[in-house]
């Protein structure tokens, strides 16, 4: 059977599409064009009712990481706000998370998946 075998592209609506690839380059290392380190990716539809993002968007962005405190370090050094929540983000079973919102509002989920 024929079938998607990965992420081709992810696109969304900017305000300022310069200000946002500049940011998302500085801060998260995402450029245009980006070559991707081969890992797991979650496709998962949510309940209409989730609470788990923002109920004013319809998706949140979610990148694997290879170094959750080190980024959060830089990202804070940077005076971005990062959320964390050890005591429910952070098990064996799903790794550990953080969260981060860009210049134009859209939640990001940064994912160190657990060690193999």
Do not use: C
């Not at 998607?4 to 998260?28: C, N, P, Q, S």
């Not at 980006?34 to 319809?58: L, S």
């Not at 940077?78 to 953080?98: H, K, Q, Y």
Request: net charge negative.
């Amino acid at each position: 059977m024929a079938k998607a075998v990965g992420i081709g592209g992810v696109f969304f609506r900017a305000r300022d599409t310069k200000i946002l690839e500049a940011w998302y380059e500085t801060h998260l290392g995402i450029s245009g064009f980006w070559n991707q380190e081969a890992g797991p990716t979650v496709f998962a539809p949510f309940k209409a009712d989730t609470d788990y993002f923002p109920a004013d968007r319809q998706t949140m962005l979610n990148f694997r990481v290879d170094d959750l405190d080190g980024l959060i370090a830089q990202l804070a050094a940077a005076g971005i706000a990062v959320e964390t929540r050890p005591e429910e983000w952070d098990t064996a079973e799903t790794g550990r998370f953080g969260r981060i919102i860009d210049p134009e509002g859209n939640h990001i989920e940064l994912w160190q998946p657990p060690s193999a």
